[in-house]
């Protein structure tokens, strides 16, 4: 955004993420662990549940026209009884989860009516 105020542009389409905080009961967890290489990075998430953990990649880097790009490679879900615990921690992060709007907060107190940003959230 300083580099369109300092020519004199209009920001276009700057994206802006938000970010959710969760506190979790002692018996679910979840940890994230990022790997990174010369390719890009890989994210490895567990979700940590009494009845068993589910595990997820992300990787993402792997273009160099757009290092943001990213590409879910392993999903949560692999048989048919995770779709029940996958949809119980769901719904437990939908009660638990508090929105970070900070980055936004900024954002619009920077841009004030002289740009277009949107919000984002991946998957």
Same mark, same amino acid.
């Given at each position: ?7 004199? /542009?209009? #920001? ?7 970010? !959710?905080?969760?506190?979790? &009961?002692?018996? *679910? ?35 160099? /026209?757009? #290092? ?7 999903? !949560?879900?692999?048989?048919? &009884?995770?779709? *029940? ?39």
């Amino acid at each position: 955004m300083k580099a369109h105020k300092k020519v004199g /542009s209009t #920001p276009f389409n700057i994206q802006i993420g938000i970010g !959710f905080d969760v506190e979790w &009961k002692r018996e *679910r967890d979840v940890n994230t662990r990022v790997k990174k290489s010369d390719r890009g990075t890989v994210s490895e998430t567990k979700i940590i549940t009494p009845q068993r953990t589910l595990t997820s990649e992300r990787r993402a880097g792997f273009f160099a /026209s757009d #290092p943001t790009l990213g590409k879910r490679t392993e999903y !949560f879900i692999k048989k048919r &009884k995770d779709y *029940r615990i996958y949809q119980n921690y769901l719904e437990e992060w939908v009660r638990l989860a508090r929105p970070d709007i900070s980055r936004l907060n900024n954002a619009v107190n920077e841009l004030g009516e002289d740009g277009v940003f949107t919000v984002w959230n991946e998957d």
